[in-house]
Each structure stands twice: as structure tokens, then as C-alpha cells.
């Protein structure tokens, strides 16, 4: 067994939620979440941490000082840390108007303080808070330029509040936000913010979609009818892909993708998330994250202290077995085997 304890190794509460709906399915509480994350175990490793979505059914952004300090004790006594949030913008998109904006930057902000209390109680020692464009990509392409400098100067500002927490941002690229919906988008909209603690959230199921250029054929990376069974043109896809993303990766979602997009309830359609075992999946896992953990000498970034499976619009039976998180956290070690360290 390797003796890697870094990164650490944390489970995604918001697959409760996302997809879910009055048009879909129900939301799966947070407690049943922490609890399935805290019982998973494969040859005597536990998760370490949960990342969450600060976002309701499962929390009310301005939630008061007990019921976080509820919170913090449940996952301290369960031995679970918190790392990575995700800030509840989307009632704000960040190329819309100057109260749309503002709506954005004050719910970072909430989100910051929310995440500093956490820090406070002992539960949360790394660590980003997670935005998007909350923006459309048909929106944004309405004028690419004029909106791609709103979008910077919106996360400019988001940047300099959370600055004064402490804080970093992470931008997450996914094809269903405008302004980072392709990989180049992404790297234009990121250079264009020019603040030190912007960042990129690499999610191994939603980047493998850059590749094939949905929503922007002309940044597509693999050649039109690709076979996935040329692993070699695939790893070279990779390579540029994240010779361009990985500078800027602060926070690491490992997935698994089967090529298509999906959305189910009130969710875009994005890179599909598959379970860990998927048959159909295009990545081999271990073997992928690492053109994301290292970098192109082959040596270990350590850009960041956690990483977190990230699968989310699952029905709620699949979420309701034990045995879907214990296979999830069987993948993380795996990475962790492969592209781990040994710290403190």
C-alpha cells in the first residue's frame, strides 16, 4: 500500500442537489451525504474531507453562527474536513448589469465569510471558493470581446473581496458557462482578470469536453470523428490541453466521462459525469489525472493540498448506495497512489 497521504481526499456533497428537482428528482440532504462519505472505507482508507455547495436545500448562504458551528462539530467528530466551496452567483450572471454584478461580487463575498468561519472552527484548513460566468455561452457570444471584459472585470472585483479573506477563486471550466466554455475562452478569460488569486478548477469529466469543442467547434482540440480507442492521439489531446490549463489549476476535480453531454432537471447540458466503474468512460482515471498533477517534466505540481471526486445528475438510486461512494473513493486513491506525496 503506498504511504501517500497527499492529496487528500475529499467526497462532493452537491451531487445531492445539482440535477435535482420538481422536474427531475429529489434532493438527497446533506447529512445523508456526510454520512455516506464518512462510512465509505476500502482496505482501511476514509475519505479525508467534503467539498460542498453553499447553496439551498443544503445551506442558506447566510446561515447563522450556530448552525455552522453544528456543522463543524458534525464533520470534526466524523474526522472530515472541509476544503473547496462553491458560491451561490447565479442570480447575478457576470457579464449582465451593474446590479447583476454586484449581486455576483456580494454573494463571493458571503460566500468568504462563510468559509472563514469554517477556518475559524478548525474544519477547514485549505481550500478554494468555486465560481462560474453564470453566464450563457449563446449570451456571451453575442460579443465575445465586450463580454469577456465584463466577466474579467466582474471576477476582478469578486478577487480583490476575497483577497481580503484570504481567499482564492477558482473559475470552473465547464462548456455550459459562457466566457469559459472552451479551453481557449477559458485561458482568455482568466489572463484577462490579472489578479494573483484567480485560478482554474479542472474537472477531469467537463475538461475532456474541450476537446471536442462542444459550443466551440472552432477551439476543438481532437480531430472530427474521433475513435477513442486511439489512446495515443487522446494523450496528445490531453497534453495540450493541459499544457495551456494547468498553470492556472488551484483546485482538482477527479471524474470520469463518456464523451456526451448530459443535463437532467434544471441543469445545461455538460460533460457527463460517469460513475467510477463506467464501462463507457474515456478516461483512464489514475493514468489522466496525473497530465493535471504533474507537470510536463513529470514532477509533481502539489498546486494544491485536496482533491475531490466530482459526479453529479446520477439518479437517486445510484447516490443511495453505499457501494457508489466506496468505489469513488477506491479511484481517488488510486491517483493518490499514482501522483501522491508523503507530507506532514
Known sequence: MSENNYPK?????????????????????????IDFTANAEVDGVKFDGIDIGLFEPHFNIDESEDGIKRLADKVGALNLNIGSLVAPIWGGPAM?????RA?????????????????????????????????????????????????????????????DYGERLAA?????WGGMHSWKAMVDTLEAVDRPNIGFQADMAHTLLYLLGYNAPEHRILPENF???DGAVLDEGLKKLTSAL?????DFHVAQNDGTVHGTGSHDKTGRHCQALDPNGKLDIAKHAGFWLRDENGELTKAFQHICW?????????????????????????????????GA
Request: glycine letters at 8%; proline letters at 7%.
Open 9 to 33: 481526499l475529499h467526497n462532493a456533497t452537491w451531487p445531492g442537489i445539482v440535477g435535482k428537482g420538481p422536474d427531475s428528482e429529489p434532493p438527497i440532504s446533506l447529512d445523508t451525504l
Open 96 to 100: 449582465g448589469s451593474k446590479e447583476d
Open 103 to 163: 449581486v455576483f461580487v456580494d454573494m463571493v463575498k458571503r460566500s468568504c465569510e462563510f468559509g472563514k468561519k469554517l477556518r475559524n472552527a478548525g474544519v477547514r484548513p485549505y481550500g478554494i471558493i468555486r465560481i462560474d460566468s453564470a453566464s450563457k455561452p449563446e449570451a456571451w457570444a453575442q460579443d465575445p470581446a465586450g463580454n469577456t471584459k465584463l466577466i474579467a472585470e466582474t471576477f476582478r472585483e469578486a478577487c480583490d473581496v476575497a483577497a
Open 172 to 176: 470552473e471550466g465547464e462548456i455550459c
Open 227 to 229: 475513435d477513442w480507442s
Open 246 to 250: 494547468r498553470p492556472w489549476t488551484i
Open 310 to 342: 466530482d459526479g453529479c445528475m446520477f439518479p437517486n438510486e445510484v447516490l443511495m448506495k453505499q457501494q457508489t461512494w466506496n468505489d469513488i473513493l477506491a479511484a481517488l486513491i488510486k491517483v493518490r497512489n499514482h501522483h501522491g506525496w508523503k
